[in-house]
């Protein structure tokens, strides 16, 4: 067995001389902890400076001494040192400012630890606003104490990280050096609490559902496996809640949502993560029509109401986002967006022709029926082009195991899923109450993932069991919280809107880091 003395060797033998040195200050900081100075825990800040420049913003130059003894913390990024005084910049989480460290005027402990200070510390001072002769919001510090030792130096002090893949992997890092990483991901709070308080005014039941799933369900998906031992049992990471949700249906919930995490056994991409955050939410006695209803007054809410814009931009793309959206059918965008009549994309053999030369397997093209084949060729060749918000309805009853078949076209269902810059964002139907119909559509996915298909379902006999017990006509849609994200703040890619994206497993060895 490995000896704690042994890892801890093995990490710190390969210290650069940097850190080496700062080790050594840090220990010059311990002598001074045990003499009440260094380290001190019960100082905190009263302000941040986002707060003071709010007060002071308009502070003439002259007025050093003249405002109350502020306390303010943060970590620092920049030191100017011209020996007796010195200028920080320090980060305090709201923004960047700047302490004026002069011997004289700071205490003799605080200037102490001053000359003790590295770039990458976390420091409190006290003291008086000014304006420096450029103009600069400063606070003149009368008291200063390193709170934390950074020992392992940050990256270029203006830069920061520029390696995509070390930003993910050291968010840490990332959020301390660039602030407007902070400012997406701030705003993805914002977006998440406005979206949970939108439903709250409405009335609906935020409620939690099993994360671990007897039987996979609930969207078309290949599921991530794990195993109960006291059960001996094997369970999925859910793929989606729905079926949870309607359950309380049943129970006479009438309006229930669920933000929370799914998981999806597939690739990375610039928008898929395996694990990734959504909304869905139920409403009886409601259709898909009101939900598109819904749907256009949140969009647009969070433009108004978060972004507090009505266009935003992705990328050179301008999107409106101000009501009412464009809408049609899948037939049409298809039809539309390859050449083809409204006749051609009901028979199978023209939508086989489009899909030749796609990077589809030709096993599970000739395995699909009409409803499939549309859906692959919308895929194919329509969706990228839907930039400005769109709902596509009429989704083939093929392609929807969980949807109600509309009335006069039984070959279709009352569905539509909503898109913005190209991208799925919602996906919202008429919920399938009938427990004969679920019951054979579920039979079908059945034999489809006896036959290979490995996003498809099993049959749910207890959600069959619950419909039968009756549930009232109902509404339902899911949102993708992160794509949904990336489109509001103009995100490349899915892990810039995620705090800790997954990655590939990162090794340790000779103390440098190396992934799989």
């Known amino acids: 067995?490995?000896?704690?003395?042994?890892?801890?060797?093995?990490?710190?033998?390969h210290f650069s001389e940097q850190m080496l040195v700062r080790l050594e200050k840090r220990g010059?900081?311990?002598?001074?902890?045990?003499?009440?100075?260094?380290?001190?825990?019960?100082?905190?800040?009263?302000?941040?400076?986002?707060?003071?420049?709010?007060?002071?913003?308009?502070?003439?130059k002259e007025a050093i001494g003249q405002t109350p003894d502020f306390k303010v913390s943060g970590r620092v990024l920049m030191v100017r040192d011209f020996g007796k005084a010195a200028f920080l910049t320090c980060d305090d989480g709201t923004q960047r400012f700047q302490l004026y460290v002069k011997k004289d005027i700071c205490s003799e402990q605080g200037f102490s630890q001053y000359k003790l200070l590295d770039y990458g510390d976390i420091v409190w001072a006290s003291g008086d606003v000014f304006k420096t002769n450029k103009g600069e919001l400063s606070l003149n510090c009368k008291d200063f104490s390193i709170l934390s030792k950074s020992i392992r130096p940050l990256p270029e002090k203006f830069h920061g990280l520029t390696d995509a893949e070390l930003r993910y992997r050291m968010r840490y890092v990332d959020l301390a050096m660039n602030p407007e990483v902070r400012d997406t991901l701030k705003l993805r709070s914002q977006i998440v609490r406005y979206i949970r308080e939108y439903f709250y005014a409405k009335d609906f039941l935020e409620v939690e559902t099993p994360m671990m799933h007897s039987i996979a369900g609930g969207a078309a998906a290949r599921p991530f496996k794990t195993h109960h031992n006291a059960l001996d049992m094997e369970l999925h990471m859910r793929i989606a809640p729905e079926l949870h949700l309607k359950r309380l249906i049943v129970g006479g919930f009438n309006k229930v949502f669920e933000m929370n995490r799914c998981f999806r056994n597939e690739g990375l991409s610039l928008k898929h993560n395996p694990e990734f955050t959504s909304i869905e939410f139920y409403w009886a006695y409601a259709n898909f029509e009101d939900l598109i209803q819904l749907t256009e007054d949140l969009i647009s809410g969070l433009g108004r109401d978060v972004v507090k814009k009505e266009e935003i931009t992705f990328g050179e793309r301008t999107i409106s986002l101000k009501p009412p959206y464009a809408r049609m059918t899948m037939?049409?965008?298809?039809?539309?967006?390859?050449?083809?009549?409204?006749?051609?994309?009901?028979?199978?053999?023209?939508?086989?022709?489009?899909?030749?030369?796609?990077?589809?397997?030709?096993?599970?093209?000739?395995?699909?029926?009409?409803?499939?084949?549309?859906?692959?060729?919308?895929?194919?060749?329509?969706?990228?082009?839907?930039?400005?918000?769109?709902?596509?309805?009429?989704?083939?009853?093929?392609?929807?195991?969980?949807?109600?078949?509309?009335?006069?076209?039984?070959?279709?269902?009352?569905?539509?899923?909503?898109?913005?810059?190209?991208?799925?964002?919602?996906?919202?139907?008429?919920?399938?109450?009938?427990?004969?119909?679920?019951?054979?559509?579920?039979?079908?996915?059945?034999?489809?993932?006896?036959?290979?298909?490995?996003?498809?379902?099993?049959?749910?006999?207890?959600?069959?069991?619950?419909?039968?017990?009756?549930?009232?006509?109902?509404?339902?849609?899911?949102?993708?919280?992160?794509?949904?994200?990336?489109v509001l703040t103009d995100s490349a890619t899915i892990r810039d809107v995620i705090l800790f994206p997954l990655l590939k497993k990162e090794h340790f060895g000779a103390h440098e880091a190396t992934e799989e």
């Open 331 to 486: 037939r049409e965008a298809v039809a539309k967006h390859t050449n083809s009549t409204m006749e051609q994309v009901m028979q199978m053999s023209h939508l086989k022709s489009l899909l030749k030369g796609c990077e589809i397997d030709p096993k599970t093209i000739n395995a699909a029926g009409w409803g499939k084949l549309l859906t692959m060729c919308f895929e194919e060749f329509a969706e990228k082009h839907l930039i400005q918000p769109t709902f596509i309805t009429e989704y083939p009853t093929e392609v929807s195991p969980l949807s109600r078949r509309n009335d006069l076209h039984p070959e279709f269902v009352d569905r539509f899923e909503f898109f913005m810059n190209g991208w799925e964002i919602g996906n919202a139907f008429s919920e399938l109450n009938n427990p004969t119909d679920q019951l054979d559509r579920f039979a079908d996915q059945a034999m489809a993932k006896e036959a290979g298909d490995d996003e498809a379902c099993d049959v749910d006999y207890d959600f069959v069991r619950a419909l039968e017990y009756g549930m009232p006509p109902t509404a339902g849609q899911g949102i993708g919280i992160d794509r949904l994200v990336m």
């Open 1 to 13: 067995m490995t000896s704690k003395e042994t890892h801890v060797k093995r990490w710190t033998e």
């Open 28 to 60: 010059k900081l311990e002598d001074l902890k045990l003499q009440g100075g260094a380290y001190k825990n019960h100082l905190k800040p009263d302000s941040t400076f986002t707060h003071l420049s709010n007060l002071y913003g308009a502070l003439e």
